[in-house]
């Protein structure tokens, strides 16, 4: 089993920053995607960027420019800048091992006007 625990969501003003992180712990040998998935009320889930376990890394087209995902070791990071209303969410990171996802509980991330 592996375990991913976020911290890092809040209240930001429009414009503002924020940075979450997931660290994972358990069976994370084989880990080889970590990704940060959002979940507004009323919407699906989408995911918002996930990197490699070699760097590579992609991003939704909604925050490219605005968003940069890193990783270290077993960390994730999700760094937030420009932040807009329609970045409010429930954030969930989500890591891969071999064939297996995992959820994180989540971090509620709102983007006041």
């Known amino acids: 089993q592996v375990q991913l625990v976020e911290s890092g969501g809040g209240l930001v003003q429009a414009g503002g920053s924020l940075r979450l992180s997931c660290t994972a712990s358990?069976?994370?040998?084989?880990?080889?995607?970590m990704g940060w998935y959002r979940q507004a009320p009323g919407k699906q889930r989408e995911r918002v960027a996930q990197i490699t376990s070699d760097g590579t890394s992609n991003y939704a087209d909604s925050v490219k420019d605005r968003f940069t995902i890193s990783r270290d070791k077993n960390t994730a990071y999700l760094q937030m800048n420009s932040l807009k209303p329609e970045d409010t969410a429930v954030y969930y990171c989500?890591?891969?091992?071999?064939?297996?996802?995992?959820w994180g509980k989540g971090t509620l991330v709102t983007v006041s006007s």
């Open positions: 358990g069976s994370i040998f084989g880990m080889n995607v």
């Open positions: 989500n890591a891969k091992v071999i064939f297996t996802a995992y």
